[in-house]
C-alpha cells in the first residue's frame, strides 16, 4: 500500500497558489505557475493538474513501476507548443529514480527517469508532463517487454464514452486472441486494463 504524507485536501489548498513547495511522503517538491492554464477550454490549472495526479496516484503508479518514461511536456498547455525529452534534466532531484541504457545511434547514454513514487509523479506533474509514454519493460530487462499495446484511436465522431463500448465488446478489446509468430506467444480472453490517451483514444 502507498503511503502519502501528502492528503488531497492539502494538495488541493497548496496548489491554488502562483508557487509553492509540497512535502509529500518525507520530499520537498518545488512547484511552479500553478495558475497557469494547462487546459484552458475548461480553465484546467497546472496546480488543478497535480492535485489530480495526487488522487489517482495510488492507480497510476502500479502501472508506472520501475519502467523509463519519455516525457511529453507542454509548458504552455496542451495548446501550445511540445517536445519530447528522454534524458533526466540537470535540475532533476537527487531523490528521483533514474535509469541508463544505451542509445542504439551512439555510444552513450539516456538517463531516464522512472516514476516509482508519489513524489517524481507530482514533480513529473510540475514539469507539465502531460503526456506520459512508458517503457513496455521494466528494469533492468529492458528488451524483455512484460506488456503488450492496442490502440484504439476513433473517429471524429466518437466520444470516450463510444469508445469504451467498442473497447469492452466482442470485437473490441474485451474478446482478444492472437498469436505472435515464431514466437510462441498466444494471447486470448480478457487480461487488459484500459487506459486513456487522449479525449477518446483508448
Known sequence: MLAFSVGASKAKKVTQKKQATLKVAGRDVRLSNLDKFMYPKVDFTKGQVIDYYTRVARYILPHQK?????????????DGEYFYEKDAPSFTPDWIQTYRIPRTSEKSTINYILINDLPTLVWSANMANLEVHPFLAKVPNVDVPTVVVFDLDPGDEANI??????????????????????????????????????????
Open 66 to 78: 520501475n519502467r523509463p518514461i519519455t516525457k511529453k511536456r507542454l509548458p504552455n498547455g496542451i
Open 161 to 202: 464514452l463510444k469508445s469504451c463500448e467498442v473497447a469492452s465488446s466482442k470485437g473490441g478489446f474485451g474478446q482478444v486472441e492472437a498469436q505472435v509468430p515464431g514466437q510462441g506467444l498466444r494471447l486470448q480472453g480478457n487480461p487488459f486494463a484500459c487506459a486513456s490517451k487522449h479525449e477518446r483514444d483508448l
